[in-house]
């Protein structure tokens, strides 16, 4: 069996109406305080089991998923070779530890991804000492915090999934790489059982229940020899605590048991009678093979009758409905969970980007070319601030693997175009495209429609027709020469009134700072003088090039203030020459 099949060849297609260009309906950045608690609860204890039982022996697999695996990232300006087998999370790199560590565990999979990282210096421009009549406009607004709001959208789908041979499953990642996995789980009551064994044909194998219809995945029980590779069995721990906490009612999920967040039940809940989530994590914690697979097999169970009800008595009756994608209908008001948007980006990119990380270490350092990412974290905060919703367009100028435009399709419902000069990331980013697509559907939600290119943004026909139709431009700039980035302003002429331009260098001559670039007689014809621009802090793991903070670029088209300032410097030196 191998890890993929071959890429079927790409065609182009064009999905956007061929329109004229009309004002933009996304609105001015609203400023508001943000204050988004994340509590932290206690597990409830269960006689017979400590609490840090199952934590000392899967803590660092945690590890995998909280720290994203972004220090085996490559740097911008970095020349050591990255493991090929290395995949990612937006919330931890993927690792099965030894047992002897022992750390925290993340008391969810949606706290372990909050959105606590948006908050942002508090910034404003200079004030000046020319008099109102004949002083410069500042174009730039002070750097203020945002708040991170859902985006209310049809999610759900009615149609079934479908899972042909090109289906990139986790199964077939660990098999193509099964020399750098061991063994996890065994048999306590016999020792000499080597069913849990690595082996190329015989190896252990669970088997995962999705929401939609049809859809289901295997995973081999195997742990990887690296701590910061792809670990399956999290993985799909992960995946069903993600199932249980956003697809399930209140009464479903007492079926269950609890999540590793849940407090103790409350006396108007019934307790299981077996807690099988518990079960589970006290089975991965003892190493426990038999008692892991029994588990899981109870619980596809009980989502199988949740997904396939009985059929009515009465033969002429409706058949009931899957209660796991119905519940998708009721996300509109609220938009897809973030965690589910997470979930179906991190599966996506551990199978298909992941495993073939190597291969995007072909470009020239210290070029324009250099490749790096941004984290889903600051993707779902870029999508919050920008308004991104069903309607709106964005344009990501150098998209690399795609992750950018997927995540937003995703999580949004926006239509996305990315363009990409180089061969490999637009390679991949074509195979993520079709792997995301097949994965929304297991999960039984809808995503935006995803353009992708294989050229020059400087020379591409379609970034041009599309360019003033955009409502949100995002350009990764942050290794970009001066020549490139001066090559690129000249398009945003194109660009609608409101549209903006997301950057992580500024476009506009002296802004880096975050104090803005005040318009003087000397820049008043300059390119840039339409754009209104303001700094934010990105943080911590938002980037695949750096640990630390750094700031990213909001530009907004203004030309209404910018006729306003001209007009003033018009009326100024009209009142000049009087005199």
């Not at 986790?170 to 996995?181: A, D, I, T």
């Not at 299981?272 to 697979?293: E, I, Q, S, Y």
């Not at 991190?346 to 291969?359: L, N």
């Not at 180089?422 to 097949?438: D, L, V």
Request: aromatic residues 6%.
């Amino acid at each position: 069996m191998q890890v993929a099949s071959p890429l079927p060849p790409h065609i182009p297609f064009h999905f956007f109406p061929k329109s004229s260009s009309s004002p933009s309906h996304l609105p001015s950045v609203v400023v508001k305080t943000r204050a988004v608690p994340v509590p932290h609860q206690a597990p409830r204890t269960t006689p017979g089991l400590p609490d840090n039982l199952h934590d000392q022996k899967l803590s660092q697999i945690a590890d995998a998923l909280t720290m994203r695996s972004s220090t085996k990232r490559r740097s911008p300006h970095a020349h050591s070779q990255r493991s090929p087998k290395r995949a990612r999370s937006s919330d931890s790199s993927d690792a099965t530890p030894p047992p002897s560590s022992s750390r925290t565990r993340e008391s969810s999979i949606a706290s372990s991804v909050s959105s606590s990282r948006s908050s942002t210096r508090n910034r404003s421009s200079p004030p000046t000492s020319v008099p109102p009549s004949t002083r410069s406009r500042s174009r730039s607004s002070s750097v203020l915090p945002f708040t991170e709001e859902p985006i209310p959208r049809e999610c759900h789908i009615d149609e079934d999934a479908v899972l042909d041979e090109t289906f990139l499953s986790s199964e077939k990642v660990v098999l193509g790489l099964m020399k750098s996995y061991v063994q996890y789980f065994k048999n306590p009551d016999d020792p000499h059982d080597r069913s849990f064994d690595p082996h190329p044909t015989n190896y252990p194998v669970g088997e995962l229940e999705f929401p939609n219809s049809g859809a289901t995945e295997r995973y081999i029980l195997l742990a990887p020899r690296d701590k910061d590779h792809y670990s399956p069995i999290l993985d799909l721990e992960r995946t069903l605590y993600t199932i249980i906490e956003h697809y399930l009612t209140p009464e479903q999920r007492s079926l269950f048991g609890t999540l590793p967040n849940d407090i103790a039940f409350s006396e108007m809940e019934t307790t299981p009678a077996t807690n099988h989530l518990r079960m589970l994590r006290r089975a991965v914690a003892l190493c426990d093979g038999p008692l892991f697979v029994r588990t899981l097999d109870t619980i596809n169970t009980l989502l199988r009758m949740l997904k396939y009800p009985p059929l009515p008595p009465d033969a002429f009756a409706p058949p009931n409905p899957n209660a796991l994608r119905a519940a998708v209908a009721g996300w509109k008001e609220t938009g897809l969970p973030r965690s589910v948007a997470l979930r179906i980006v991190e599966e996506t990119y551990q199978r298909t980007v992941g495993p073939r990380t190597h291969e995007l270490n072909h470009y020239q350092a210290f070029s324009d070319t250099v490749y790096g990412e941004l984290m889903p974290s600051l993707v779902s905060r870029l999508l919050s601030l920008s308004r991104a919703r069903p309607g709106t367009l964005l344009l990501d100028l150098g998209s690399g693997v795609g992750n950018v435009v997927l995540h937003a399709a995703l999580q949004s419902g926006c239509s996305a175009f990315g363009v990409e000069v180089m061969e490999k990331p637009s390679e991949m980013a074509c195979e993520q495209r079709a792997q995301m697509m097949m994965r929304a559907r297991m999960w039984g939600v809808r995503m935006g429609d995803v353009e992708l290119e294989h050229a020059n943004m400087l020379e591409s026909a379609r970034v041009n027709e599309l360019m003033a139709r955009a409502d949100v431009v995002l350009v990764n700039n942050k290794v970009f020469g001066e020549k490139l980035n001066e090559a690129i302003r000249p398009k945003f002429l194109d660009l609608k009134e409101g549209a903006l331009v997301i950057s992580l260098e500024p476009f506009v001559v002296g802004a880096a700072g975050g104090g803005g670039r005040t318009v003087t007689e000397r820049n008043l014809d300059d390119i840039s003088a339409i754009l209104d621009v303001s700094a934010y802090d990105y943080h911590s793991m938002d980037v695949s090039w750096a640990s630390g903070i750094g700031k990213f670029y909001v530009h907004r088209v203004d030309r209404a203030g910018y006729a306003d300032v001209r007009a003033r410097f018009e009326a100024s030196r009209t009142r000049s020459t009087r005199r």
